[in-house]
């Protein structure tokens, strides 16, 4: 692991922490020593199990419902952390739908819903923060994008997630620029499939999946001083899968 960045004194929001990848990293931000805010949409329970693990490590947590994808409810969630932990400054765009199926039999509230909380939701989360990274000239975003992002991958099956992925790895940049002389920086961590994966990973370099250290070391860099001056960047957590094509 990377060494840790110290986030005293810092408030850290994951989308979709209850569990899985985000719970993971929503915990490793614990260990490092920020405040955090467990999300969830539907997830109640889980949330408040990884609530009360992130207390048990010495800061403060708290949970906060609410659908990414929807502007009314991102404001509502937002105000809910500020008047609790006051701003957030370090946001991870955590949240993505997917739907392994090939495009044309994906019914299109389903398609929706992949682009909606992968690309919209990452909007929606990151312009919400950014008042308040700018009025103290510090702030961390990392959104979590997809290992074959970057090439403009276009496979038929799962084709909604890559659409997603790659304008989230676009966003980035933009972003990246567009706020370079605010102090906050910009930057993705792509894994290609984490150890939660349901897929065989006999095939996958080095013959498993990602592990969730492996997707939090990068993060955490980001997230440290020594990567202040890095902003617009992705990294493919991939085992050097990219490579082989």
């Known amino acids: 692991m990377a060494p840790a960045p110290d986030l005293n004194g810092r408030t850290a929001l994951v989308t979709g922490s209850a569990t899985r990848v985000g719970r993971e990293l929503l915990l490793r931000l614990a260990d490092c020593g920020a405040d955090v805010v467990v999300h969830y949409r539907e997830s109640e329970a889980e949330a408040a199990t990884t609530a009360t693990e992130a207390r048990?490590?010495?800061v403060d947590a708290t949970t906060v419902q609410g659908d990414i994808t929807r502007p009314a409810e991102v404001d509502a969630m937002f105000e809910a952390v500020e008047r609790e932990l006051g701003h957030v400054d370090v946001l991870v765009n955590n949240v993505g739908n997917f739907d392994a199926r090939h495009w044309e039999a994906i019914e299109w509230d389903a398609w929706r819903s992949v682009v909606e909380s992968s690309f919209y939701g990452t909007v929606l989360c990151s312009r919400r923060v950014l008042d308040g990274m700018r009025d103290q000239g510090w702030g961390r975003?990392?959104?979590i994008g997809f290992a074959d992002s970057d090439r403009m991958h276009a496979p038929p099956v799962n084709f909604p997630y890559f659409v997603a992925k790659t304008g989230v790895l676009m966003f980035t940049r933009m972003l990246a620029g567009d706020t370079q002389d605010d102090g906050i920086t910009v930057n993705a961590v792509s894994p290609f499939a984490v150890e939660n994966t349901v897929s065989d990973v006999s095939g996958f370099p080095r013959g498993r999946a990602a592990s969730f250290d492996d997707v939090a070391a990068p993060?955490?860099?980001?997230?440290?001083?020594?990567a202040a001056y890095?902003?617009?960047?992705n990294v493919a957590v991939d085992g050097g899968r990219l490579s082989e094509s």
């Open 56 to 58: 048990d490590r010495g």
């Open 141 to 143: 975003i990392v959104n």
């Open 219 to 226: 993060m955490l860099f980001f997230l440290s001083e020594s």
């Open 230 to 233: 890095i902003s617009g960047e």
